[in-house]
């Protein structure tokens, strides 16, 4: 098993390389050296590995956004499904005491795109590694027991929110490229989860989320919360 990749690392944060993300390049070059070689071999395994190439070129996509930059947005850092909206507790490591928060949970699948983006301007206040299981990213424990790593952000107006990369059923690697101190600008690429996980997203007390259950957030444009807003939380059907 491939294990995470630890904040301070220098993987997924860089820009994309013809659109696909550089840690992906890895596997698309693996992919086309097999296709030369066991083509060469078996044409059918040539073919397979070419077809792998292709895959991983897609999977590891990294396309451009056009990030809101209005001073007291909160932007989605994932590309996904809006999980759960809910009030809960931060992971202790953090350091935020044990009261709740709005807290805003997008689910990733292996569909998604997977780079991961600042969700605001700020500084990074803490990072945090923490190993654990494997549990489906959906399940409610996975927060508690699965494998994170937790980011404190220091917002320019004081407060702080905090967003959880945390590893799936199918996830075996997390990159994340912040480090204690670090100034960041909201939408910058930090990270990425490989093969579908989970982000949640911790907003100051009181905040108001402005999404709901079922939503697609992309990362680096949906609009999470707006905290200079008296806006009411957002309340939302299926048709």
């Not at 809101?68 to 932007?75: E, F, Q, S």
């Not at 569909?111 to 409610?140: C, E, I, M, Q, W």
């Not at 490989?194 to 444009?221: M, N, W």
Request: one cysteine or more; glycine letters at 10%; a positive charge.
């Amino acid at each position: 098993m491939v294990r995470p990749q630890t904040p301070g690392g220098k993987l997924a944060a860089k820009p994309a390389f013809l659109g696909i993300n550089r840690e992906g390049w890895l596997f698309v070059g693996a992919g086309l050296i097999g296709w030369l070689v066991l083509g060469a071999i078996w044409g059918f395994l040539g073919t397979l590995s070419l077809l792998f190439a292709v895959w991983c070129a897609w999977f590891f996509r990294d396309p451009k956004r056009v990030v809101p930059v209005r001073p007291g947005l909160v932007i989605s850092p994932a590309d996904g499904v809006v999980q759960t909206v809910e009030q809960a507790v931060p992971p202790a490591e953090l350091g935020f005491g044990p009261a709740p928060r709005p807290v805003v949970r997008v689910f990733m699948n292996v569909f998604n795109v997977h780079v991961n983006r600042v969700p605001a301007n700020g500084t990074v206040a803490r990072t945090a590694y923490r190993p654990g299981k494997f549990f489906d990213a959906s399940l409610d424990k996975a927060s508690e027991h699965n494998e994170r790593v937790a980011v404190r952000l220091t917002l320019e107006d004081g407060r702080d929110i905090a967003f959880v990369q945390i590893a799936g059923l199918v996830a075996r690697r997390i990159s994340n490229d912040l480090k204690d101190g670090q100034k960041v600008k909201v939408g910058e690429r930090f990270g990425l989860i490989r093969f579908g996980s989970r982000l949640d997203i911790y907003l100051p007390e009181g905040a108001k989320p402005l999404v709901v259950v079922g939503q697609t957030a992309i990362a680096g444009e949906t609009v999470l919360a707006d905290l200079t807003s008296a806006e009411p939380a957002r309340i939302g059907t299926t048709r």
